[in-house]
């Protein structure tokens, strides 16, 4: 099957207009005739039921947490881009896709990126309408702050919860076509397979997680925003429901999965403490603003600090490693995610980590305190020579900004980092790869679409912070209600599509089985034995950086891991009840063919490109070396075992940005 | 360190519930609260029992899943986080810990630790919204100016991330700190004032509906609040309602 990614014709500033002047609409007499499934209520997927809602679909919505409102989007901190250019610091449309795309290491599609861009002034004019209280300057005009890997000040954010805020948004247009009958909700469901009838997606089968009950739920349509998978790693920044079930179902129906092995690793998250760990927690990159990185200049110095005897503070300034200023002078602190990871891993791979495991950086506001300080002090006419005084109140300008990640750290770590340096190390965050889509965001089952981080499309080989957000809502609010009626439109004399039919005996009888065997297995280890041991093989084999060696292995020892967790895992309880156990296993299970899946895709992709770090593949000063080659989205489609699964590759075309090398120095 | 915990083990809706008593050793002082009873779960689960089921997420103290009562408070003794952020540092060895679920007739039980909040959900159904078009034909962002202390106001009340320890930890089960939170964050934006008075009667009437109590100014609800909601929010809640009902 040969891939088409329906990129319009035209020059790149209009394809958008021009595909939506030319799409089929529906009546909107008949959107009532026409049901929706939407799987997933983060972002993407909250603002796509509502907005379908809105248009007058009948939607039918799930979420595998008790409120729609609880979904992972909730925990973005940062914030979201948009190229409102309000600042004045030249920012536009072609530069918020120009940074995307470099950010992206060339392996996005420029198309798709360019609507993105475009659409994103309207996200913010949409959030604000809805309530969504956004950081304002004393004006009363909207705040921006800067994120890595650009040179404009285009983030909007309400503190370190800008997540939680849009959310909320999202959930607050849900609520209102709820209350109207629009969208029926179900929480606490759990979608367990896709069903295809004719060779399109008609429908899912999914499980009441409170009575164990096995439903049938049929729509002319079905939307996945189910989010990404990072918790294959089982240590990650995701919430720690996450995961890439209902995606890699929907590829075991023929929907092929596009780059797998692109995961972005985020600079700035609280180091790992022990075994007991469940997950990490991310600090929010927007902390690079204010925050400066480094580590002892001297290995002595990095001993005595892992060993207790010296404290960071007593570090003369001339003896610490102000490393990313030293390698990328003009983005300093603030270049993207993959080379701040890959530096920090550097120099404590180099023995100059700071935490008792050595695997841990400082990142220290000293600097940012007095610098607001001296201008507070300067403001009400203070002293500005008291440095205790300057201190405190630039402290407070500092707590203003950031004040609820501190607090987080300090509870986390039980240190104050006012008065001492944070401790950050990299972890895995989120995951560019994901269902493959074309242009309309539809996957390669017909009438089956994904959205947010569920897709792959917008982000290529690395992600710029604030931009996850901005590519859910744009999906949810502004593209797929556009791009599904032109489905749709074929679909308005179909009538309701029935349940008992012989698609949805044979979905339902593989989930029971599923679920069967599970229950029945009686093993020998929990389920998080055996995820734990998945997450140690992807993060040490497919983690930070790879090589064909350890990706080779990693394929074999995760076949091997996927056979003995078939064999041995143990799930008390039964099956029609509310049994976490037996949920994770499920998910537990699709991870453990996904992660084969990653190592595969991280074998054949010879080339280092964003968050895809091949040591083989490196440039004389360690960075990413990537290769003309490769330049393609794969996209693999489902064979049975996921070593078996076949390449299809997406040329990406480049007519409207040079490919360079891509340079922060 | 070494622990007591009391449980309430309750298999489902139906069934009547009790407390049992487990004994778990070497417990990091550096866990949070919810990776304990991981460790409890997983030697559980080993010995071939059920383990506890409690809800959570995050894990990160933001989207209001897990909902411990903790030694007689919601989520636990430490101020202003919730269960996961809570870490056993706050206890010492040989501690006894008693661990409920948030008790309310609103918020039924589904199993053990887990109850049933949906309640909220409803009362946001309710009106809990700005009725805008999610067209993206909106007015430009900064057309309505905002004064910043409405905007922070508005952004303070907003930060509720619905996990109800306020309803928990009143005597009377009120939802007051929650809607009242809900209400003002839409009174103290200009896009909310314009359906403020239907919005503040419907919630409250859902409200009421649910089964839960009434505000007698206890104040227990803003004390054990993990988001620092202040009752001011009740106080403008109620001023709205006074207010929609003279319009009446
Ligand atoms: C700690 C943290 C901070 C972040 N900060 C930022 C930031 O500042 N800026 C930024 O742009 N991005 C940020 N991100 C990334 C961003 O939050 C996510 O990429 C984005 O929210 C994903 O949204 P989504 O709607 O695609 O999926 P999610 O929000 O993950 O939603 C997934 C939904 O799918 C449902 N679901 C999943 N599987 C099933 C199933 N099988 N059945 C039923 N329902 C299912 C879930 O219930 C949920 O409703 C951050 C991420 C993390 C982890
Ligand atoms: S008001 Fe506070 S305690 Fe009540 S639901 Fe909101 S955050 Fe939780
Ligand atoms: S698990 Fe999300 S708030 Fe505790």
Not at chain 1, 189 to 203: N, Q, S, W
Not at chain 1, 342 to 350: G, L
Request: contains cysteine; negative net charge.
């Amino acid at each position: 099957m040969a891939l088409d990614s329906k990129i319009p014709e035209g020059p790149l500033a209009d394809k958008w207009t021009n595909h939506k002047n030319k799409i089929n609409l529906v009546n909107p007499a008949n959107k009532r005739n026409i049901d929706v499934i939407v799987v997933g209520t983060g972002l993407a997927g909250g603002s796509a039921a509502a907005t379908l809602a809105e248009l007058g679909y009948n939607v039918k919505a799930f979420c595998f947490q008790d409120s729609p409102r609880r979904a992972h989007s909730i925990a973005a901190q940062g914030g979201i881009n948009a190229a409102k250019n309000y600042q004045g610091d030249g920012d536009s449309t072609y530069r918020l896709f120009y940074d995307t795309v470099k950010g992206g290491d060339y392996r996005s599609r420029e198309a798709n990126v360019y609507r993105l861009a475009e659409v994103s002034t309207n996200i913010i004019d949409q959030c604000v309408a809805q309530g969504v209280p956004f950081a304002r300057e004393y004006g009363g005009l909207l705040d921006n702050r800067s994120f890595g890997g650009v040179l404009v000040s285009r983030t909007f954010y309400a503190a370190g919860q800008t997540g939680q805020q849009l959310l909320l948004g999202a959930y607050s247009a849900m609520n209102r076509q709820i209350g109207r009958g629009k969208i029926k909700m179900y929480n606490r469901h759990e979608m367990l397979d896709v069903v295809i009838v004719d060779g399109k997606a008609r429908g899912i089968i999914a499980r009441d997680l409170v009575s164990g009950k096995i439903e049938r739920h049929s729509a002319h349509a079905v939307v996945l925003g189910t989010g990404g998978y990072g918790n294959v790693f089982y240590l990650s920044t995701n919430a720690m429901g996450s995961n890439v079930t209902a995606a890699w179902k929907a590829h075991k129906r023929g929907a092929f999965f596009a780059n797998p092995c692109y995961t972005q690793i985020h600079p700035t998250c609280i180091p790992v403490s022990g075994d007991h760990q469940s997950k990490l927690t991310l600090m929010s990159e927007s902390l690079r603003n204010d925050g400066r990185i480094w580590v002892p200049k001297k290995l002595e110095d990095a001993e005595a600090i892992r060993a207790g005897k010296l404290k960071p503070t007593k570090i003369a300034e001339e003896d610490r490693d102000y490393y990313l200023e030293r390698r990328y002078p003009a983005f300093g602190n603030l270049v993207p995610r993959d080379v701040a990871s890959r530096a920090a891993k550097e120099r404590c791979d180099a023995g100059y980590g700071v935490n008792a495991t050595g695997e841990a950086v400082y990142l220290d506001f000293a600097d940012a305190f007095m610098r607001y300080g001296r201008e507070q002090a300067l403001v009400k006419g203070l002293d500005v020579n008291d440095d205790v005084l300057v201190k405190k109140l630039g402290q407070e300008v500092v707590r203003t900004k950031y004040g609820n990640l501190f607090q987080m750290y300090e509870k986390i770590v039980d240190e104050n980092p006012y008065e001492t340096p944070m401790m950050i190390y990299p972890a895995v965050h989120y995951t560019m790869g994901g269902v493959w889509v074309d242009y309309n965001l539809m996957t390669t089952i017909p009438g089956c679409y994904a959205i947010g981080e569920a897709n792959f499309s917008d982000h290529g080989a690395n992600r710029l912070g604030a931009s996850a957000l901005m590519q859910g809502l744009a999906d949810g609010y502004f593209v797929l209600p556009y791009t599904i009626g032109d489905y749709l439109a074929d679909d308005i004399r179909t009538g309701p599509i029935p349940t008992d039919t012989k698609e949805f005996d044979e979905a339902e009888k593989s989930v029971r089985d599923n679920i069967n065997h599970l229950i029945n297995n009686k093993g020998k280890h929990p389920v998080d034995y055996f995820h734990k041991r998945l997450g140690k093989i992807m993060w040490n084999k497919c983690g930070m950086s790879r090589n064909a060696e350890d990706l080779k292995s990693a394929i074999d020892e995760i076949a091997e891991l996927r056979a003995e967790f078939w064999k041995d895992v143990m799930i008390p309880g039964s099956a029609d009840e509310y049994n976490e156990e037996l949920a994770k296993a499920g998910r537990v299970a699709d991870f453990l063919e996904l992660g084969e899946l990653f190592a595969k895709d991280a074998l054949q992709r010879e080339e280092s490109a964003g968050g895809h770090f091949r040591e083989e593949y490196q440039t004389p000063e360690g960075e990413a070396k990537r290769r003309k080659e490769f330049q393609y989205v794969s996209a693999w489609e489902y064979k049975g075992e996921p070593k078996d699964a076949v390449l299809h590759k997406e040329e990406l075309v480049y007519e409207n940005i040079e490919v360079k090398e891509r340079s922060y120095k | 360190m070494n622990l007591t915990l009391k449980i309430w083990r309750q298999k489902n809706a139906n069934d009547k519930g009790k407390m049992v008593d487990y004994k778990i050793n070497d417990v990091s002082p550096d866990m949070s609260f919810l990776e304990m009873l991981d460790v409890l779960n997983s030697g559980l689960i080993l010995k071939g029992e059920e383990p506890v089921a409690f809800d959570h997420d995050c894990r990160e103290g933001i989207c209001g899943s897990c909902s411990l009562y903790i030694n007689g408070e919601a989520h636990g003794p430490d101020r202003g986080v919730t269960t996961c952020q809570l870490h056993m540092r706050k206890f010492k060895d040989g501690d006894t810990i008693y661990i409920e679920p948030f008790r309310a007739t609103a918020f039924p039980v589904i199993k053990d630790l887990i109850v049933d909040r949906s309640a909220f959900d409803r009362i946001q159904n309710a009106g809990g919204f700005i009725s805008v078009n999610t067209s993206g034909n909106t007015i430009d962002a900064n057309t309505i100016p905002i004064n910043k202390h409405d905007a922070d106001d508005a952004f303070s009340a907003a930060t509720c991330i619905g996990c109800g320890a306020c309803v928990a930890s009143c005597k009377n089960s009120s939802a007051m700190l929650f809607v009242g939170a809900k209400v003002s964050q839409y009174a103290l934006l200009p896009q909310g004032r314009v359906e403020a008075v239907d919005r503040v009667k419907n919630m409250v009437a859902q409200m009421d509906l649910e089964g839960f109590g009434n505000c007698t100014n206890t104040g227990a609800c803003e004390v054990e609040c993990p988001k620092g909601i202040s009752l001011e929010n009740i106080a403008r809640m109620n001023r709205e309602y006074l207010f929609a009902n003279i319009k009446d």
